[in-house]
Nanobody, 124 residues
Framework: QPQLEESGGGLVQTGESLRLSCAASGRTYSLYPMGWFRQRPEKEREVIAV????????YYADSVKGRFTISRDNAKNTVYLQMNNLKPEDTAVYYC?????????????????WGKGTLVTVSS
């Protein structure tokens, strides 16, 4: 059964960095694009970064472009999100998921049930 487990969140100050990890199992995730999403307080969940199956194509939401970097290690079935220069508005629960196609994943259409997510809190 497909399973996604996010980790690496925490409490940081403005300007600091964090690296999130998403361990994927139960499916050959190396075949699929993967993405990071977040849900800020009282907001809808939004897609913020997507990477294609072999790692040579990416998409970023404008709100994180230039600060966040998505990467993947298919040998470890793991996707990462390096977050630099964090801001209070980045405070959210962060999730990962997979999609059947890069274009549909950037539109928010995901394949699997959501994991528990990992909480990132950025203090000012």
């Amino acid at each position: 059964q497909p399973q996604l487990e996010e980790s690496g969140g925490g409490l940081v100050q403005t300007g600091e960095s964090l690296r999130l990890s998403c361990a994927a199992s139960g499916r050959t995730y190396s075949l699929y694009p993967m993405g990071w999403f977040r849900q800020r307080p009282e907001k809808e969940r939004e897609v913020i970064a997507v990477i294609n199956s072999n790692g040579d194509g990416t998409y970023y939401a404008d709100s994180v472009k230039g600060r966040f970097t998505i990467s993947r290690d298919n040998a470890k079935n793991t996707v990462y999100l390096q977050m630099n220069n964090l801001k209070p508005e980045d405070t959210a629960v962060y999730y990962c998921n997979a999609g059947t196609a890069f274009s549909t994943l950037t539109a928010g259409y995901v394949m699997d049930d959501w994991g528990k997510g990992t909480l990132v809190t950025v203090s000012s």
